[in-house]
């Protein structure tokens, strides 16, 4: 049976009970929230090195690109610089070039204008009937570098073999004093070529 002492101190130990429990979860939910805490900071930290890592990693890409970007700039220029050279050069060669064909074509036709003259001269001194009416060349042109294309008629005619199919190679040697070989191409060494059929 239940003593009277043993029904007064029910309800304490009850309440003991009770509070042992709230005591226990309170103590558990502390411990919970501080581990949440401990692995929220965790978390927080491992997102903040890789967001460092990242970061670092953007700037060394981006320091290479940089690099090679200027590399690529500068051998862009070098390549552009080469080429104003060239086009400069070859400008200056053609220039070159076109003075001296200009002059060599005024030689030239003074010169088929005086064997002309001369050869006409000696027809007329070996007709018995007297000179006969002269059909002389056209004369020099006004204007520099443009040579009539018939004057030039009896250079071509004199260069034609018509036995040979050799094309004859032009040797600077044999060009008289008066025509000009541009600087750049004196190293030029002629070469025969075969005539297509």
């Known amino acids: 049976m239940t003593q009277p002492g043993d029904s007064a101190s029910l ?7 009770i509070d042992a429990a709230e005591q226990a979860a309170a103590q558990l ?5 501080q581990r949440a805490k401990e692995r929220i900071a965790e978390a927080d930290r491992a997102a903040q090195h890789r967001v460092d890592a990242a970061e670092e990693e953007a700037k060394e ?16 220029r070098v390549a552009a610089r080469e080429v104003m050279d060239r086009g400069e050069r070859a400008s200056r060669e053609l220039e070159e070039m076109g003075g001296s064909l200009r002059r060599n074509a005024q030689t030239i036709l003074r010169d088929v204008q005086r064997t002309h003259r001369e050869l006409v001269s ?44 050799d094309t004859p190679a032009l040797d600077p040697a044999d060009l008289p004093a008066e025509i000009e070989i541009p600087e750049f191409s004196r190293d030029y060494t002629p070469q025969r070529h075969r005539r297509r059929r």
């Open 122 to 165: 000696q027809l007329d001194a070996a007709t018995p009937d007297g000179p006969q009416p002269a059909r002389s060349l056209p004369a020099a042109p006004a204007r520099p570098g443009i040579v009539d294309a018939e004057a030039l008629q009896p250079i071509r005619a004199s260069r034609r073999t018509p036995s040979s199919d």
């Open 61 to 76: 890409i981006l320091a290479q690109a940089r690099e090679q970007a200027r590399t690529i700039v500068g051998e862009a």
């Open 11 to 17: 309800p304490a130990r009850v309440q003991a009970i």
């Open 29 to 33: 939910r502390a411990e919970t929230e």
